[in-house]
Structure formats: C-alpha cells, structure tokens
C-alpha cells in the first residue's frame, strides 16, 4: 500500500463541502455536509472520523429541530467519510496520519435522509482527499 503522507508534506486543514440533490445544480439540495480534513497529532496513526457535534441547521441557517433525524444525518455522514476513505484505500492509497471532522450539516425540511447526507459526505470527503498535494 502506498501511503499518502509519504508523498506529502502537512497538509494543515482543508475544508470541503459536498451536496445531494436529486437534480444537478439543484438550488436547493436535500443535503450538505461540510468536512475538515486534517494531520493527526501522530503521523503514522490509523484515519479516524470524528463527529462528535457538528451544527446541524436547515436552509434558512436556522438550528436543524428534528434531534433525531439529526443522529441518522450525522451517522449517515460518517458512513459516506468512510465509504470514500475505503475507495481511496482500496487504490492502495493509505491515509494514515489524516482526521476527518464533520464541521456543519445543512439539511431540507421535507426532503433530507440518511442516504442523502451518505452521499453529500461521500462527495465532501472526496474533494478533500483530491486536493491533497
């Protein structure tokens, strides 16, 4: 397995955002999901996730009310950070050395899901990563 920070000097933090709609371009997806990626205190440690307590707000910027559609947004979340981790991996890119934070949520009233915020996440993490030097 190559590993990424071999290549690679710190890289600080990125942030990146990703979006799910059902319509491309859509102004008002069903999710975004902002992620922070960064170096871990210890270079050689195993990626790692943490979502501890992200904001969680609507459309309007207001705070998200439903408590627990927001559990299943924010594991949905994790679930995509890791599916795009694994992809990378499974190029045999290794990303030890590297935290994911999820930073912000931005769901629809009607429309979000835990499948929507996977996908936003999974889009999210994979910019990050992309922008890697």
Same mark, same amino acid.
């Given at each position: 397995?190559? =590993?990424?920070?071999?290549?690679?000097?710190?890289?600080?933090?990125?942030? !990146?955002?990703?979006?799910?709609? &059902?319509?491309?371009? +859509?102004?008002?997806?069903?999710?975004?999901? +902002?992620? =922070? @990626? +960064? %170096?871990?205190? &210890?270079?050689?440690?195993?990626?790692?996730?943490?979502? %501890?307590?992200?904001?969680?707000?609507?459309?309007?910027?207001? *705070?998200? @009310? %439903?408590?627990?559609? =927001?559990?299943?947004?924010?594991? $949905?979340?994790?679930?995509?950070?890791?599916?795009?981790?694994?992809?990378?991996?499974? @190029?045999?890119?290794?990303?030890? $050395?590297?935290?994911?934070?999820?930073?912000?949520?931005?769901?629809? =009233?009607? %429309? +979000?899901?835990?499948?929507?915020?996977?996908?936003?996440? *999974?889009?999210?993490?994979?910019? !990050? @990563?992309?922008?890697? *030097?």
């Amino acid at each position: 397995m190559v =590993e990424l920070k071999a290549h690679r000097t710190k890289i600080g933090a990125i942030r !990146c955002s990703g979006r799910a709609s &059902d319509v491309t371009g +859509s102004p008002t997806p069903f999710a975004i999901v +902002s992620v =922070e @990626l +960064s %170096d871990a205190k &210890d270079p050689s440690a195993p990626f790692e996730v943490a979502y %501890d307590d992200p904001e969680c707000v609507n459309q309007s910027g207001e *705070k998200y @009310l %439903d408590v627990e559609a =927001e559990k299943y947004f924010i594991a $949905g979340a994790a679930r995509g950070i890791k599916d795009a981790v694994g992809h990378y991996e499974s @190029l045999g890119v290794g990303l030890n $050395g590297l935290t994911a934070r999820i930073v912000r949520l931005v769901a629809h =009233e009607v %429309d +979000s899901s835990e499948r929507a915020f996977w996908l936003a996440a *999974k889009n999210a993490m994979a910019a !990050c @990563l992309v922008n890697i *030097k």
